[in-house]
């Protein structure tokens, strides 16, 4: 199992996703923005530099938000998403082809990954 951290980044009452590119896993499908947790790294700290490398962003981790265990055919992942507040930078794209700023009634409308649908349901409710 791989441990992966993902951001709910929060800026004006919106939140970043990001579409994952042709040549990745799971091409064009959306994801709420980071990356796997390295050893004798904390999720909060992994999520942060994630953010930096992946978009090119400064983001304040601020607390847990939920953690779902997922099943892809050949891997499985234990991802938590945290809240978090971008805070500067302009984006850039490097591991994703697109990033949309989305109000949650609006998250439904986005094809997103599997692991990441519990966090669209639970946002939506919210």
Do not use: C
Request: no cysteine.
């Amino acid at each position: 199992m791989i441990d992966v951290v993902a951001g709910i980044i929060w800026k004006n009452d919106k939140i970043l996703i990001a579409r994952r590119s042709k040549n990745k896993h799971l091409p064009y499908k959306w994801e709420f923005p980071g990356g796997k947790i390295e050893s004798g790294e904390s999720a909060e700290k992994a999520l942060e530099r994630e953010l930096k490398e992946e978009l090119g962003i400064h983001t304040k981790t601020n607390d847990f938000f939920s953690n779902n265990i997922h099943q892809y055919e050949a891997i499985t992942i234990n991802l938590y998403a945290y809240n978090s507040i971008y805070l500067s930078g302009d984006i850039t794209l490097i591991d994703h082809d697109q990033v949309e700023w989305v109000s949650t009634s609006k998250l439904l409308d986005y094809d997103f990954a599997d692991a990441d649908l519990p966090f669209v349901y639970k946002l939506v409710n919210l």
